[in-house]
């Protein structure tokens, strides 16, 4: 069948390497699946599209599931996406019985994968096959409903709705180019830049510097520790793992793997509002909500669930819509572009082999990352205690062969790799949100490209708001999630104000 053709012994053996170290970066806390991504995508250049991929998606299920481990053990989330399996996979860990909950962790991360899976199988051909018919006017306005509801749902959404735009406004640096029905002038250049700049921002040294030096400035700035002590993780054997304890889960798997999948479908909200979610909704709807917090394994398959449905969820808006579903997925961007292919409505009908891989790959990568896991959990487990000191100049050099490469040897690739990593720190103290700002700076040329079309098409601005029920739809969305930005403001400034 051409569906085996691309599954050779190399495409199943990066797709194992890749589960494996992004389970040991989400194992290490404060080093993140999109860390994993973008410190290895450099190196899928030479591998191929479909090895490359097959690498990167197992760097994203596996960085994803990872963060389980410290998360647990140790009471600190190994990522961002696993702060609600501390509130009760930590207690279960002091009780002894951390073997449990860890076992439990990973047959939930097993299920929200695989049901997400099935989701973007399913759902992203029809949303492609949809978003076929839409014009430039309706293309501009996806984007910008995008950038509104990751603006909406961040922390500050003025900050939020600036930091989308400022990305925008960077990925416009450089010649406005006449293929893309440009003038040819430059625009946006600093005096004196024009040499470095002519081309822009080359995405792949941004992303690597946001995501890989940004990560290593921060722990830096805090202090390396010498890591934890072996004593600290130890997984207990008060308690062995039993399937009984999913006796009665089995809707709180299947509610917080879909939590989990819908909120990957909405650009840029990330991991951790899908496991709070999940986390929330499974404590409001248990008979015993106060156990929560306390060591009930029940928290520990929402959280898990949840956050693993995010991977297939996140890139269903990617492969139909060529919008990243969240930072990771964006990263995934920089895969197709090293190949040469767009991502978009008609990547699925035009790239039918590609998406076929896609599809395996994640299967197996969550088999890979079930795998190793759950029958190496007491070894895997180790992982933690590894000392940032060694680990991350290897990583810093590894960002600066991969920035130097990615264009064939520019040092001003290295340069932005710099620039950037420290805009990332730095963005960080004064409250610039990353995920809008990349998502920006990856739509930007995009959202100009589709504006200057509709204009030259109709020659009015009424076309965007005229267009057809699509655009009017998506005006509604827009407003809407504005409107539920600003309720969700008041009400916490509100709570803020009866606390004081």
């Known amino acids: 069948m051409a569906i085996f053709e691309f599954i050779t012994p190399m495409y ?70 696993s702060i609600t399996t501390c509130f009760d996979g930590y207690p279960l860990a002091q009780r002894g019985e951390g073997e449990k909950a860890l076992r439990v962790g990973i047959i939930a991360s097993l299920v929200g994968g695989i049901i997400s899976l099935a989701a973007l199988f399913f759902f992203a051909p029809a949303l492609a096959e949809f978003a076929i018919k839409f014009s430039y006017v309706e293309k501009f306005l996806i984007i910008l409903f995008a950038l509104t509801v990751m603006a909406a749902l961040s922390d500050d959404m003025l900050m939020g709705i600036f930091s989308g735009f400022l990305g925008i406004f960077v990925s416009l640096i450089g010649v406005y180019d006449v293929t893309n029905g440009g003038n040819g002038e430059f625009r946006l250049i600093p005096p004196g830049t024009a040499y470095w700049l002519e081309g822009g921002f080359s995405l792949l040294p941004v992303l690597i510097g946001l995501f890989g030096l940004a990560t290593i400035l921060e722990a830096a700035e805090a202090g390396m520790p010498k890591g934890q002590s072996l004593k600290d993780i130890e997984v207990g054997e008060h308690s062995r793992f039993r399937w009984s304890v999913f006796k009665g889960q089995i809707v709180n798997l299947i509610r917080s793997s879909g939590i989990g999948t819908f909120v990957g479908i909405l650009p840029g909200v990330g991991g951790s509002a899908a496991s709070i979610l999940a986390y929330t909704a499974a404590k409001t709807a248990s008979k015993d909500p106060d156990s929560f917090g ?31 579903g969240d930072a990771t997925t964006a990263l995934l961007i920089g895969a197709f572009t090293l190949q040469g292919i767009q991502v978009g409505p008609l990547f699925i009908g035009n790239n039918p082999g590609t998406w076929d891989s896609i599809i395996v790959a994640m299967l197996l990568a969550n088999i890979a990352m079930f795998a190793i896991m759950y029958f190496a959990i007491r070894w895997l487990a180790l992982v933690v205690a590894i000392p940032k000191h060694i680990l991350f100049p290897v990583i810093l050099m590894m960002c600066v062969i991969g920035a130097y490469t990615i264009n064939y040897g520019i040092m001003f690739d290295v340069w932005t790799l710099l620039i950037f990593g420290v805009f990332g720190w730095l963005a960080g103290k004064i409250g610039i949100e990353i995920a809008p700002f990349i998502i920006g700076f990856i739509l930007g040329p995009a959202a100009e490209i589709y504006f200057v079309k509709s204009l030259e098409s109709f020659g009015t601005l009424s076309v965007f708001f005229t267009k057809s029920w699509i655009a009017v739809l998506l005006w509604v969305l827009i407003a809407g999630s504005v409107a539920g930005s600003i309720m969700l403001a008041r009400r916490k400034s509100s709570m803020k104000g009866a606390q004081g």
């Open 294 to 324: 306390k060591g009930n394994p029940a928290g520990v398959i929402a959280s898990e669930s949840g956050n693993n449905g995010l991977t297939g969820g996140a890139m269903v808006p990617l492969l139909s819509l060529g919008i990243p």
């Open 12 to 81: 199943v053996f990066l797709i194992f390497a890749g589960t494996l170290i992004g389970i040991i970066f989400g194992a290490i806390p404060g080093m993140t699946a999109t860390m994993a991504v973008a410190v290895c995508l450099p190196l899928t250049y030479s591998l191929g599209l479909d090895n490359g991929l097959a690498l990167l998606l197992g760097l994203y299920v596996g960085g994803i599931s990872g963060g389980l481990v410290p998360a647990i053990l140790l009471g600190i989330p190994g990522t961002p996406s």
